[in-house]
């Protein structure tokens, strides 16, 4: 059973074009993270959560934001796409044991 | 130099060898992740090891916590564990990975 879910698994959007991509965990975890990933490189963190507890990187653009209404449910929001931001978003969990990731969500950006 | 180095960048072999990728990290850890990642496809954490040495099926994680390295043993390799092997250190004051770059591993039928 998926135990993190991402949606869509694709996304076409356009320049300029607010976009928000999905993430639900049935897992109850109080952590949960988004991930940028550009092709042959390593995913790179844009944000966590500890609970309700935000954690912005340093170096994630403000055209990236992130809520979490829940524990169940987190969202990236990208304002303002630009070309560069094509890429997949991986969504995960996790324990001091171990990671859980979604399938992640390819953005494409026209 | 980054934290978390992995060596080789790049691995192809035949199938049926053992493989061995390997691990080194500069920085305090919690622990130690080997992930796996297939090609368009999504993560799949394999291990995470604090000591010591685990085995799952034909994949064997050890990690040696005073020289800081760790190495992801495949026994009798098959063309399907061609993927990218990727190892991360796992802060638990901050619940952060930091990423080694990934392994590119190809076995050949």
């Known amino acids: 059973d998926a135990m993190v879910i991402q949606n869509p698994r694709y996304q076409v959007t356009q320049f300029g074009k607010p976009v928000t991509l999905s993430c639900s965990q049935t897992?109850?975890?109080?952590?949960m993270y988004w991930y940028q990933q550009k092709s042959s490189q390593a995913p790179k963190l844009l944000f966590h959560?500890?609970?309700?507890?935000?954690?912005n990187e340093a170096d994630t653009p403000d055209n990236f934001q992130s809520r979490r209404p829940n524990t169940s449910f987190c969202f990236l929001d990208i304002r303002s796409p630009g070309l560069g931001d094509a890429a997949m978003y991986l969504c995960?969990?996790?324990?001091?044991?171990?990671?859980?990731f979604g399938p992640g969500t390819r953005l494409l950006v026209l | 130099k980054n934290e978390v180095e992995q060596s080789p960048q790049n691995l192809t072999a035949q199938e049926g060898e053992f493989i061995t990728i390997n691990c080194s990290y500069s920085?305090?850890?919690?622990?130690l992740h080997w992930l796996q990642q297939h090609p368009g496809g999504g993560i799949v954490s394999l291990f995470m090891?604090?000591?010591?040495?685990k085995k799952h099926g034909r994949l064997i994680a050890t990690i040696n916590i005073q020289e800081k390295h760790s190495s992801l043993h495949i026994t009798a390799s098959h063309p399907r564990d061609s993927a990218v092997y990727i190892c991360?250190?796992?802060?638990?004051?901050?619940?952060?990975?930091?990423w080694g770059a990934g392994t590119k591993l190809i076995i050949k039928p």
């Open positions: 897992l109850n975890h109080n952590v």
């Open positions: 995960a969990t996790s324990t001091k044991e171990t990671q859980y």
């Open positions: 991360a250190a796992f802060m638990d004051s901050n619940y952060q990975l930091i």
């Open positions: 920085v305090g850890i919690s622990a």
């Open positions: 090891l604090s000591s010591g040495k």
């Open positions: 959560y500890y609970d309700k507890d935000f954690n």
